[in-house]
């Protein structure tokens, strides 16, 4: 745990995810701003770096075989993303988006920002059925096409996109695109605070789009941090 100022937000929460809650309690972006060092981050977010420094390590770290993803074999970190968080995502954000259209027409008129809302949960749908798509499709089929080839001590054929890194910078840009709408969303939703009037279904949205805000940043830093960085070693390995 020395040396923790220089040490990168997303390297951190790749060995504990219990380190993101730390960084969730001061703003400070995991995911796709993962890449800063704490440093840097106290410096952007004027924060107090001693005392974020001291908070973390208060952070226990243990590793359990459930939780432990930083040593996962990557076909089986693709499979529970895919399992895990992309099914999360399709059996939520239809619900989601059912209840804003409900809040918005309901409450619209005292509440514009509902309005506003509903086309940022149409935005998010935009960005992210299409991009698990492709890594369903795509991505995670060569992560696991790399593991048999290295398991089986083989070559590795060439493909379309030429290097892992062509799809791997392309997921990272969506990546960046669906954390700026959530944040939008965090913002719109003044930190998924419902307002005094708000009905079941107002609450019952905020609190979803509190949870889905969750699930989000993990499955991103599970792929930022973890998944894409040791695909793109891999591929090199293979490659001489």
């Not at 701003?33 to 952070?59: M, R, V």
């Not at 509902?114 to 698990?132: A, F, G, I, Q, S």
């Amino acid at each position: 745990m020395e040396n923790l100022k220089e040490r990168k937000i997303g390297t951190l929460v790749a060995e504990d995810y219990r380190y993101a809650d730390v960084f969730k309690k001061h703003g400070i972006d995991f995911c796709c701003g993962g890449g800063i060092t704490i440093n840097a981050a106290c410096t952007k977010h004027n924060l107090d770096e001693e005392q974020l420094i001291k908070e973390l390590k208060a952070i226990v770290v243990k590793a359990d075989q459930t939780g432990d993803y930083n040593n996962w074999e990557l076909d089986r970190l693709a499979d529970h993303i895919v399992n895990t968080h992309h099914e999360y995502v399709n059996n939520n954000l239809p619900m989601i988006r059912a209840y804003s259209e409900k809040v918005a027409q309901v409450h619209g008129g005292r509440h514009p920002e509902t309005k506003d809302l509903l086309n940022m949960v149409e935005e998010m749908e935009n960005e992210l059925y299409p991009h698990m798509t492709k890594e369903e499709a795509i991505l995670f089929p060569y992560v696991k096409e790399m593991l048999v080839v290295k398991r089986k001590s083989s070559t590795l054929d060439p493909v379309h996109f030429g290097t892992i890194k062509n799809p791997i910078n392309a997921m990272l840009d969506e990546h960046d695109k669906a954390g700026s709408i959530m944040k939008e969303i965090a913002s719109v939703t003044s930190n998924f605070e419902p307002p005094q009037d708000a009905c079941t279904t107002y609450r019952v949205l905020f609190q979803k789009l509190k949870d889905f805000e969750s699930d989000l940043f993990q499955h991103i830093h599970l792929e930022n941090n973890i998944l894409f960085p040791k695909a793109i070693v891999l591929e090199s390995e293979l490659n001489g």
